[in-house]
């Protein structure tokens, strides 16, 4: 198998430059002890909550826009790649992929020996349209923006699907395991995604729109190591109470999103497990650059440096977390940059950089909700209180939740965030950095952090690659309009009746969300 730059996420207990991937540091990865409780076995029944789910939520993986259909995706459907529970890239219904020389070009060879659940086999015509669906002008789906650099796909053989791309792209294959590009059946020149027929290791029972789905095991399973459970329901249930209820009371296994406020008191139960894994998940506060006074950076500055970071982190994560530098970068991500100076709370600099801009003071508003992340707003009193030291008189605005992403997000000109993050630096900062990108909440635009986008994106040389990135963290952190203070860490909860490995991924909630298909019963 040839792969480039398959450089590795973890969550935290290895090296932040991320391990090779060599030959020897797969046989050492193979070797860690990550199956302490038990090993895997079949059978059982899974119920897991999920804090997330809409009534809109439809089966089309273009529209598949939260937890509970990016799971769904990933248990019933088969994507061409994975991004493993280290944070590399391994193979699923593609079996290898190589490179041109400029990373433009990319071959991929495709599984024969796959079938649909509807006992359908896999055929080129299936990958090549399940890319398209996402694809062109009058496409509507959400991740039309991940395959607009794609310019052609064709195929050679019977085996092989090739994508050219309007600039080359190194990480190009972490982006085919997406969960909106699921390999679905060819529907005439489209895809036939309203059965839920898919390649995965669950086959879809009954699907209640932003309510429940359930699956059951597939008997013809083509992938080593994934589908424990006999059959598994999902069911979406959004407060955040009745979720943490029902799993204290039994009804379900698995919960997401557990309140950080009471958190300590479920790690004191003897048949729950509290796990919080560290990630690419961050919160933020985005300016508007576009209108005065965040226009001035200096302006932009003061504000960078009149947050307490670590208070943040400290009440309102409750420890589970850890500081930001104002870029979106995490610290067990390939191109971190370790060596940027870390901002910290100092309100005579915050002066400073007022003075620079001619203020002796300033006043802005802060817009935030719950919808923005939980403890959005008790995070504005805070900010108000240390920025007041520092000559900001940021003044807090409670916003409804509901239509806040509609009415607020991009609409007013500083508001609080959650990013999710993508896993590879290029994603992230092509989605919410790139100037003009249509989730620049910042509406930053820099020459020279756009220069080095284009340029990273296609270099082949790990090293160059990493200089690149260093300088763009240091353009975002210095002269964006974001202040990042603290990445938050996926704090979900289980039983004591479901085993898992000791490392998960830290791509999504809950294991990469990948739990139904690696979890088994203990």
Request: aromatic share 10%; hydrophobic share 40%; with cysteine.
């Amino acid at each position: 198998m040839t792969i480039l730059n398959t450089g590795r996420m973890h969550t935290g207990r290895m090296n932040r430059r991320g391990f090779m991937a060599t030959s020897a540091g797969a046989a050492l990865a193979a070797g860690l002890p990550l199956q302490a409780r038990a090993e895997p076995k079949r059978g059982g029944h899974l119920r897991a909550a999920i804090g997330h789910g809409a009534t809109t939520d439809t089966l089309n993986p273009g529209t598949y826009e939260n937890s509970f259909t990016t799971s769904l995706s990933f248990t019933i459907h088969g994507h061409l790649t994975e991004v493993a529970q280290d944070g590399s890239l391994r193979a699923e219904v593609a079996e290898s992929w190589e490179a041109s020389p400029d990373a433009k070009v990319w071959r991929v060879k495709i599984r024969n020996d796959i079938t649909f659940h509807s006992g359908k086999a896999l055929e080129l015509a299936d990958v090549v349209n399940s890319i398209n669906f996402h694809r062109g002008e009058n496409s509507t789906s959400a991740a039309g923006p991940i395959v607009a650099p794609i310019q052609e796909i064709t195929t050679e053989g019977d085996d092989t699907v090739v994508f050219t791309l309007d600039g080359g792209n190194a990480d190009f294959p972490f982006i085919l395991a997406d969960y909106h590009l699921c390999i679905c059946p060819a529907d005439g020149d489209s895809i036939d995604w309203q059965s839920g027929d898919g390649l995965g290791s669950y086959v879809l029972k009954d699907f209640n729109p932003g309510v429940s789905y359930s699956v059951e095991r597939r008997e013809d399973m083509w992938r080593d190591g994934v589908g424990w459970f006999d059959s598994a329901e999902i069911i979406a249930i959004v407060d955040q109470n009745a979720r943490t209820t029902a799993l204290v009371s039994g009804d379900v296994q698995v919960a997401d999103r557990l309140d950080l406020k009471t958190v300590n008191l479920l790690e004191r139960r003897p048949n729950i497990q509290v796990n919080a894994v560290a990630g690419t998940q961050h919160y933020t506060f985005a300016m508007d650059t576009r209108e005065a006074p965040y226009t001035d950076n200096n302006v932009r500055m003061a504000l960078k440096y009149g947050i307490d970071r670590q208070e943040m982190v400290d009440k309102i994560l409750f420890g589970y977390g850890s500081v930001g530098n104002d870029h979106p970068i995490g610290p067990n991500q390939r191109f971190f940059n370790e060596e940027l100076e870390q901002k910290t709370y100092d309100p005579d600099k915050a002066r400073y950089h007022l003075k620079q801009a001619g203020l002796d003071s300033v006043d802005v508003t802060l817009s935030a909700a719950e919808a923005a992340f939980v403890g959005a707003v008790d995070a504005a009193v805070l900010y108000q209180s240390t920025a007041a030291k520092a000559g900001i008189n940021l003044t807090p605005s409670r916003e409804p939740n509901d239509g806040y992403w509609s009415d607020v997000w991009m609409k007013k000109d500083f508001c609080a965030v959650y990013w999710s993050g993508r896993v590879v630096e290029d994603q992230m900062f092509s989605t919410a950095y790139q100037c003009g990108a249509s989730w620049n909440d910042s509406f930053w635009c820099n020459e020279r952090f756009g220069e080095l986008l284009v340029k990273a994106r296609s270099e082949l040389d790990e090293d160059k690659r990493r200089e690149m990135y260093y300088e763009m963290q240091a353009l975002v952190s210095n002269q964006g309009g974001v202040v990042v203070p603290m990445f938050a860490n996926w704090v979900f909860g289980n039983s004591t009746d479901i085993a898992h490995t000791e490392e998960m991924s830290s791509n999504w909630d809950v294991d990469g969300m990948r739990f139904v298909e690696r979890w088994w019963m203990a």
